[in-house]
């Protein structure tokens, strides 16, 4: 089935638009019930106005509220990226360390966070077990479990290391793209034939094959011959 996703994702990677770890550290905060797609909508004019750690540690938080409010629970994010800042200017020198021992110790950044800086900015190996990621684990009986520490664990145990962080975006992208949570395109995907969840959704290809979004829809399609 990872043969499958990369053949089908090639090119599979984090939606997040970012240039430092610093910066996906931020935008991976803010995605957090929320969109990638309103997350990349903010974080220019924010990543404009807040260019180091030291910024965040002394944002106004009127300001900083304000920048972020489109993605949602405004407040929140912004005690977590205020204190981020902080953490990161008293203990790290202003900058993001690279383990997930010192990541998770900061606010706002929880294992799965972690796992996305890990893997995106500093290139280590990590499993992200967003929703998609949780809904195809259990669709493809890959596992049973609901706790995403041992969905990730799970995971990782069927996979190379060196492979987890494409094979969360794989998964991510098939979610998003193919397997959605309400009406997955079964009929129209590249795992049918492996799927034991098979059926959930349209199983004819010409009904499954409205239901493939994003811009690999026509590549997706056509491995399918559709």
């Known amino acids: 089935m990872n043969r499958a996703l990369a053949q089908a994702f090639p090119d599979a990677h984090c939606e997040l638009d970012f240039t430092t770890p610093l910066e996906l550290t931020v935008a991976t905060i ?3 019930q929320s969109t990638d797609k309103r ?7 924010l990543f404009k106005r807040y260019r180091s750690a030291l910024d965040y540690a002394q944002a106004d938080r009127d300001e900083l509220e304000n920048l972020i409010r489109p993605t949602g629970f405004f407040r929140n994010k912004a005690s977590s990226l205020i204190g981020l800042g902080q953490a990161l200017v008293e203990r790290f020198d202003g900058e993001v360390p690279s383990t997930m021992a010192e990541l998770v110790t900061l606010p706002g950044v929880g294992r799965k966070t972690a796992n996305v800086i890990l893997g995106n900015a500093f290139g280590i190996p990590g499993i992200t077990v967003d929703t998609h990621f949780s ?5 493809w009986r890959w596992t049973i479990e609901k706790d995403p520490v041992k969905i990730e664990h799970a995971a990782g145990e069927l996979i190379e290391r060196r492979e987890w962080t494409m094979l969360s975006h794989r998964v991510i992208f098939h979610g998003r793209r193919v397997c959605h949570a309400r009406k997955p395109a079964c009929g129209a995907c590249i795992l049918a034939k492996d799927c034991p969840s098979f059926g959930l959704g349209p199983t004819e290809p010409l009904l499954a094959a409205p239901l493939v979004q994003g811009p690999e829809a026509e590549h997706l399609l056509a491995l399918v011959g559709l």
């Open 30 to 32: 803010l995605s957090a």
């Open 135 to 139: 809904r195809l684990m259990h669709r």
């Open 39 to 45: 997350v990349n909508l903010t974080t220019p004019a």
